[in-house]
């Protein structure tokens, strides 16, 4: 019995400490003295080995002044939130960064809008990317900010997908071949998930030279890269894929002269078969917009040769050649559903390779009136100098009001000209519920901040208008928030 019991003596448990003035009630004692000891415990726990971390580099940027930085605290508060990428960007600009103290809650920003991150990379200095690698929910700056890591050649062998993808960005904007070689070097290892994603990056420096690699691609077993592949070869007129679009296109469309000898039409006949050939270079068998399948086809197709081709066989420039009727085939009767295929056909092209004449010559033209995502591609292709006026006479033509919308997000601001004029009108229109909230926000981030005066009298004839008055609010902010960082 004695040696069952061996060693199962213990001390007495000593009385545990009590909180000074705690409380009389026994289960309420307990978690107050529980908590005691815990915090004893730990107090009493020797510290584990750590390397130190390394100090932020030195900044070369100068920070904002003082007055600017509260503004910014401001607008990260959520006052008049949409303006922060320009802000940032105007920081940016003036060659100042953004305040250590404010640097966390930045990031944080970033952490859940994707959108900002390349604006916060301008803006956040050295500090930024050093705070970003200490915390992985901001590690996206690392990339967007192009830290050592992502300069590294050996990143593409270790590095997680953001960074090769960061790497490889960067490589084709400085040297496309090494990009391209690199991307060859484990391409035939890569899943097709991230072969795609790593073929986008040649968007960048797309050059012939990218040819042969983008033609192997097209028979690559994803369905995706293949896609890919065939909307890069699209934008490279000089190619054998331009020369294999161009050949399908002039066997569909055939110009018909007149009595008189001049050009009187183009005779259209779409595509009557699908083939292999047509599939791997990215043309579907099923039309993806609700038209025939023939149809679909002739748009594709035109869509992926140069614009070019139509003023060497018209011998025309894009305006007269896009003013001739459109018939099918032998019917001298104008057909206005082909001519849509047609003139949608050639905007995709025109908007693809960037061909500006051909763009102008669309967009004053009513077909892609009534494709609101082709327009807006349109005035993506033309000169800055340009684009507004032409996207005023836009939204000047436009009836419906999403579509209007749609077409002023794609411009940049600041408005100041002809697209301040027709927005500003949209919104003086006395008409009830001529005040749509979306189009006073979307004005309030792209008009330029010198119409204010403008929109203060608008808002005073209209005290009820909530939209406008915030519009006015914004627009103001915006003006004194630009001249603190001129």
Not at 103 to 115: Q, S, Y
Not at 323 to 352: F, K, N, S, Y
Request: contains cysteine; glycine residues 8%.
């Amino acid at each position: 019995m004695s040696a069952a019991l061996l060693g199962t003596r213990r001390r007495p448990v000593p009385p545990l400490d009590e909180v000074p003035g705690g409380p009389a009630d026994p289960a309420a004692r307990l978690l107050d003295q529980a908590a005691l000891l815990t915090v004893r415990r730990r107090a009493g726990r020797r510290p584990v080995s750590a390397e130190p971390t390394a100090p932020a580099p030195a900044e070369t940027a100068p920070v904002v002044p003082d007055a600017t930085a509260d503004r910014l605290r401001r607008i990260l508060s959520g006052e008049h939130a949409r303006v922060l990428p320009e802000w940032l960007e105007a920081a940016a600009r003036s060659g100042r960064r953004v305040p250590p103290r404010l640097l966390p809650d930045l990031l944080h920003k970033g952490r859940a809008d994707r959108a900002l991150r390349p604006s916060i990379a301008r803006a956040a200095g050295r500090r930024g990317v050093w705070l970003a690698m200490q915390n992985l929910d901001w590690a996206y700056l690392v990339v967007a900010g192009g830290g050592e890591e992502v300069e590294d050649p050996g990143v593409w062998s270790t590095g997680t997908r953001a960074q090769r993808m960061a790497h490889l960005l960067r490589s084709r904007a400085t040297d496309p071949a090494a990009a391209r070689t690199t991307l060859s070097s484990t391409w035939g290892r890569e899943p097709a998930p991230e072969r795609a994603r790593f073929l986008t990056a040649f968007e960048r420096g797309l050059s012939l030279a990218d040819e042969e690699f983008l033609e192997a691609a097209l028979d690559d077993r994803g369905l995706e890269v293949r896609r890919i592949a065939a909307d890069l070869l699209a934008r490279l007129p000089g190619s054998a894929y331009a020369r294999r679009m161009t050949e399908r296109a002039l066997a569909c469309l055939h110009p018909v002269a007149g009595p008189a000898g001049g050009l009187e039409r183009i005779a259209v006949e779409p595509p009557e078969h699908h083939d292999e050939g047509m599939q791997r270079d990215g043309i579907p068998y099923h039309a993806i917009e609700r038209v025939g399948n023939r149809a679909g086809w002739l748009r594709e197709i035109l869509a992926r040769t140069p614009p070019s081709t139509w003023t060497a066989l018209f011998g025309l420039p894009p305006e007269r050649v896009a003013a001739l009727p459109v018939t099918t085939g032998a019917r001298p009767t104008p057909d206005e559903h082909v001519r849509r295929d047609v003139h949608l056909g050639w905007a995709r092209a025109a908007a693809r390779q960037r061909d500006a004449a051909w763009a102008r010559t669309l967009l004053a033209g009513d077909v892609v009136l009534g494709d609101v995502p082709v327009l807006a591609d349109l005035l993506d292709v033309l000169p800055v100098a340009d684009r507004e006026d032409h996207a005023a006479d836009a939204v000047r033509r436009i009836e419906d009001h999403a579509a209007r919308l749609t077409v002023l997000e794609r411009v940049p601001g600041p408005w100041a000209g002809a697209l301040a004029d027709v927005t500003i009108a949209a919104l003086a229109d006395p008409a009830p519920g001529r005040f749509p909230a979306d189009l006073c926000r979307l004005a309030g981030e792209r008009l330029a901040p010198a119409v204010a005066p403008r929109l203060d009298e608008l808002a005073r004839r209209h005290p009820g208008h909530r939209p406008l008055g915030e519009l006015a609010d914004v627009l103001r902010f915006r003006h004194d928030m630009l001249e603190e960082l001129r």
